[in-house]
Structure formats: structure tokens, C-alpha cells
């Protein structure tokens, strides 16, 4: 809610200084677990977020005659800076998004880890020469040199799932590429990032070099989508989000990194065990509040007894509670993703899924729940519900199983359990996801390996490399010689 300045109010970085909106405005934020107040952030006005652009065109010219070592240092200083603040960070998480306390504490340290990693790779990310002589004899007397250049100014948009470690992948590698970047925070999660960007600040950050714009998406977002200064824009978020920043940007490159709706394809050789425990870490942990969090299952016939037997178990053994308990199951984000999910259970039961476990919610914590004999008729079999629910839908054979998998419209990430890797393999190359985990869970990372979404799950690649060529592009200077 928007209210007026008040207590634990906190500001935003523009141009190398901390200060508090003309509005005279803030929105509080609460928290998922208690409904009190964790602070409020500034409210930001349309000329503020203009200021910010206009700063960070001007600071990105300075920055982009930096040497790559130079960069690195300030990356460095910075991934110290969020290990100093690692308690206060993690206290932050965990009562802003209502995460668990050492979730939260390691995402923190993920972050300083991928922040050290970019200054390493991006000391690595080089030009390459090309001799004109390799298409054909009359072109041998040129020679381009190909470099890569900054794109300017990158407008990093963050979810609220992860609102240290999301932030950090677009920012990180934006600066060592030579970009300034206008960071713009999920309202519910922008405390968490407004401490990170202060750990930044004292780590040594350049006047303008990024600028944090606080505010409801609905009055700023808009307009920074559409900023003429803004010359890429990198955003995690809903699919339905991501499709209409994508339409407003035009001529803009976009990084979307958007929904999923990720299966587990189980066949009847899988090790049924390691199957049951994968599956359920992935579907439920941070209350299935991930993209890359396993939203389905197919499993045939022959096993799929045993198999919901032991998910049943190991989701029974959850411990359902406050994140300050670290618990597994927490509350959702707020009333109205636990609406939802109970809309897409109340949905399923009332078309024949069985639930298997109890459907009980207290607010916006939703008790962990297990659907059986799930059909394709349902909403649960195709919406990404972003909580902790589990479909289970039994399929005849694997050619089933795949094409269930691809007839949706999301193309994020799939697990497939089975001892035989050929026949995993040949799975692989027929599901039409960006990433395929073989006998694991689906998760994001390592931070280094390529992160990619198709279809509805979103534009581009990242993972650290990737990112970083990303936010950059190919200059070509040819060179005639006689």
C-alpha cells in the first residue's frame, strides 16, 4: 500500500547519492509470513526515473574506457561487500519474501560467487581475427578485427523469488561488459535489492554507474520499457509480463526469462527412490515459488503406484511453517498466489484428480499437495501454479509422456528418470525445453552453464558467459592492406 514517508523508510541510489522521492511518497512492503511491515521503498516520479537514464547514459561513457581488470575490481569489492552484509541480507530475504532463513543466506553467498565469476570471465571475453583469404584468393589482402562492445544502458528488471541473486546476474554482467545499468526491483523484494545495490555503493561504485528506481511497475515500468536511452532491457518475471514488455521495447534487445510449467518424464526403469526425492526437492522447495520448479509429472502406467507412494512419503516428511523455522513449505508471496493455487486444486478435484495429501491453507500458506490421476483436461495439467502443488498424470507409454511435455506453451527446463542413458538422451533431443536434467532435479545452474528459455519461457541466453556477450555486440574494423 502506498502511504506516507514513515519509519524504516528506504532510499534510492541516483547519480552517487541516496535520497527519497519528490512524491513525499512510499509503498510498504509486508510480510508474506506475518503481514507486518518489513519497510517501505521510495515511490519514485516519471522525472526521477528520467534522471536515472540520463545518469547512467552519461556515467556508461566513462565506465566503458575501463579496462576489463578494472571492472573486475569493482565486482571483486562488491562480492566482499555482500558477504560482510551476508546476516543482514538473509534476515532481509526471509522476511521480505518469505524465504528460509539458510535459503536465503545461500543465495547470498551464490551471488557473491557469481559476481567473482563474471570478473573472471569477463577478463576472458575476447575479439577474434578473421582473414579475408579463407572465403576466396581476391580477398586475401583484408583482415577484420572483430570486437565486442558494450550495448549502453541495460534496464535490469528483477522477480521477487530471488531478489539478491536475480538482480545480481543482470547487473554483474552488464558492468563487466562496459554498460551502465537502471535497476528497477519487483516492489515485493525491492528492500532486498536496495541492500545489495548498497553493498555496491561501498564496494567503490561510480556516480550514475547504476541507478536503482523504486516504485509500482504500473507508473515507472512503462516508462522505462519505452525509454530512448535505454538499449536493452533484461527482465524475470511472468510470461504474460514478458510478452508485453517484449511488444512495447520494438527495436530494444530483450533478455526475458520468463514461466514454466516443467515436467518430470518417470519411465520404468527409473530408480523410483532417487526419482521421489529429486521431484519433490524440485517442486517444492521455496514453496514451489521457481520457474524451474517441477510442476508436473508423467509417469507411466507400470510404475506409477510405487512411485506416488514414495512422493507421498517424502512430501508428508516436509516441515510446513514460518521461514524464521525454516521451513521447507512457507507462505506464498501474498492472498492472491494462494488464490490461485487453490483455484487450480479446487479446479482438478472438482474435474476426478485424487488428492492424496490434505488440501489446507491458512492464509496465504498453502499445505504442500499431491494430485493424483491428473488428465489433460484440467487447468493444473497446463497453468504454472507457483506453488506447492504436485499433478500426477499417467500416461500409457514415454511417446505420451513427451508429447503431454511439448504441447505446452512454456519450453523452460525437464527432468527424465531412467538407468538408460540412451534411451535419455533420445527423450532430450525430442522435448522442446531449453534445458534437460537426466536423472535430477530441474534447477537453475551451475551459474555458468547456459540458461535458456523457448516458447513461453522466454528470449536469449544467459548463464555467465552468455550473459555477458549478451549485453554486448560485434563491432567489425577491416583492415585493406596493399
Not at 579475408?132 to 565486442?148: D, P
Not at 487447468?379 to 506453488?387: D, H, L, Q, V
Not at 498424470?393 to 512454456?410: G, H, L
Not at 530441474?442 to 522466454?458: A, C, L, M, Q, Y
Request: net charge negative; glycine share 8%; proline share 4%.
Amino acid at each position: 500500500m502506498e502511504t506516507q514517508l514513515i519509519a524504516n523508510t528506504y532510499q534510492f541510489l541516483l547519480n552517487g547519492e541516496w535520497r527519497e522521492s519528490a512524491s513525499c511518497k512510499t509503498i510498504e512492503n509486508l510480510s508474506p509470513s506475518d503481514r507486518k511491515p518489513v519497510g517501505a521503498i521510495q515511490a519514485m516520479t516519471e522525472r526521477e526515473a528520467n534522471l536515472a537514464v540520463i545518469g547512467a547514459k552519461a556515467a556508461q561513457k566513462d565506465w566503458a574506457n575501463f579496462s576489463f581488470s578494472e571492472r573486475a575490481e569493482l565486482l571483486y569489492a562488491w562480492a566482499d561487500q555482500l558477504l560482510e552484509m551476508k546476516e543482514e541480507l538473509a534476515e532481509t530475504i526471509m522476511k521480505e519474501v518469505g524465504k528460509g532463513y539458510s535459503s536465503a543466506e545461500k543465495e547470498v553467498v551464490r551471488t557473491a560467487d557469481f559476481i567473482k565469476y563474471t570478473a573472471e570471465e569477463g577478463k576472458r571475453i575476447h575479439g577474434e581475427l578473421i582473414n579475408g583469404g579463407s572465403f576466396n584468393a581476391g580477398s586475401a589482402n583484408k583482415l577484420a578485427m572483430v570486437q565486442r562492445e558494450p550495448l549502453g544502458v541495460v534496464l535490469a528488471i528483477s522477480p521477487f523469488n530471488y531478489p539478491v541473486n536475480l538482480s545480481a546476474s543482470k547487473i554483474a554482467p552488464a558492468l563487466i561488459a562496459g554498460n551502465a545499468v537502471v535497476f528497477k526491483p519487483a516492489t515485493q523484494g525491492a528492500i532486498s535489492g536496495t541492500l545489495m545495490i548498497k553493498a555496491l555503493d561501498k564496494a567503490g561504485l561510480p556516480s550514475g554507474l547504476v541507478n536503482l528506481v523504486t516504485g509500482k511497475g504500473s507508473e515507472v515500468g512503462d516508462y522505462l520499457t519505452t525509454h530512448p536511452s535505454i538499449d536493452l532491457i533484461n527482465f524475470t518475471g511472468g510470461t504474460e509480463t514478458g510478452e508485453y514488455i517484449s511488444k512495447k521495447a520494438s527495436m530494444i534487445p530483450v533478455i526475458l526469462e520468463l514461466g514454466g510449467k516443467d515436467p518430470a518424464l518417470v519411465l520404468n526403469d527409473a530408480d523410483l527412490e532417487k526419482a521421489a526425492k529429486d521431484i519433490v526437492a524440485g517442486g517444492f522447495s521455496y514453496s514451489g515459488q521457481r520457474c524451474t520448479a517441477i510442476k508436473r509429472v508423467l509417469v507411466t502406467d507400470e510404475v506409477a503406484e510405487a512411485l506416488v507412494a514414495k512422493l507421498k512419503t517424502e512430501i508428508e516428511a516436509l516441515k510446513v511453517g514460518m521461514p524464521e523455522d525454516d521451513a521447507a513449505v512457507t507462505p506464498l508471496i501474498n492472498e492472491k498466489a494462494a488464490d490461485f493455487v487453490q483455484h487450480l486444486v479446487d479446479d482438478a478435484v472438482g474435474k476426478g484428480a485424487t488428492p492424496l495429501t490434505a488440501i489446507k491453507r491458512e492464509g496465504n500458506l498453502v499445505f504442500p499437495v499431491l494430485l493424483d490421476n491428473v488428465t489433460t483436461d484440467m487447468a493444473i495439467a497446463w497453468e504454472e501454479p507457483f506453488g506447492p502443488v504436485l499433478p500426477i498424470i499417467r500416461v500409457e507409454n514415454i511417446e505420451e509422456a513427451v508429447t503431454i511435455a511439448n504441447e505446452s506453451k512454456y519450453g523452460l527446463q525437464a527432468s527424465v528418470f531412467t538407468k538408460n542413458t540412451e534411451e535419455a538422451i533420445r527423450i532430450s533431443n525430442k522435448l522442446e525445453v531449453g534445458s534437460v536434467q537426466i536423472n535430477g532435479k530441474t534447477e537453475r545452474g551451475p551459474d555458468h552453464f547456459p540458461f535458456i528459455g523457448v516458447k513461453g519461457s522466454g528470449l536469449g541466453v544467459q548463464g555467465i558467459r552468455k550473459s555477458i556477450e549478451s549485453v554486448t555486440r560485434e563491432k567489425v574494423t577491416v583492415l585493406n592492406m596493399s
